[in-house]
Nanobody, 123 residues
Framework: QVQLVESGGGLVQAGGSLRISCAAS????????VGWFRQAPGKEREFVAG????????MYADSVKGRFTISKNNAKNTVDLQMNSLKFEDTAKYYC????????????????WGQGTQVSVSS
C-alpha cells in the first residue's frame, strides 16, 4: 500500500512561480512512476508531468513543457513540481499518483492517488 500527500498549493499571480510536493509513504518500492495530474472544474483530469521513480526519466504535457519541472528525492520519498511562468489556465486542483504498470499519461492506469492540492492563478 502506498500513501500520497500533496502540499504547497495556493494562490499566485500570473507569471509567478509555485512549487508543489508529493510525499510518498508505505510500500514505495512498488512504485515505477509518479505522475502529476490536474483537473479544473468542468474539465477532464489532465496529465501534467511524470517521473520514473528509479530511472529519473521525465515526461511533460505540451502545455507545460518549458515552464514546469518535475523532480524527485528518493531519500525523502518526495516528488516535486516546480511551476514557473504560471498562466491563468494552469488553475486546477493538482493530484499526484503512483503507477506500477501501465501507460504513463493514462490516469486510469495509476494505482494510488493523493487528495489533491489547489493551485489558483490570478490574472
Amino acid at each position: 500500500q502506498v500513501q500520497l500527500v500533496e502540499s504547497g498549493g495556493g494562490l499566485v499571480q500570473a507569471g509567478g512561480s509555485l512549487r508543489i510536493s508529493c510525499a510518498a509513504s508505505g510500500n514505495t518500492y512498488t512504485v515505477n512512476t509518479v505522475g502529476w495530474f490536474r483537473q479544473a472544474p468542468g474539465k477532464e483530469r489532465e496529465f501534467v508531468a511524470g517521473i520514473g521513480w528509479d530511472s529519473g526519466t521525465t515526461m511533460y504535457a505540451d502545455s507545460v513543457k518549458g515552464r514546469f519541472t518535475i523532480s524527485k528525492n528518493n531519500a525523502k520519498n518526495t516528488v516535486d513540481l516546480q511551476m514557473n511562468s504560471l498562466k491563468f489556465e494552469d488553475t486546477a486542483k493538482y493530484y499526484c499518483a503512483s503507477l506500477r504498470i501501465g501507460e504513463w499519461k493514462n490516469a486510469d492506469d495509476y494505482d494510488t492517488w493523493g487528495q489533491g492540492t489547489q493551485v489558483s492563478v490570478s490574472s
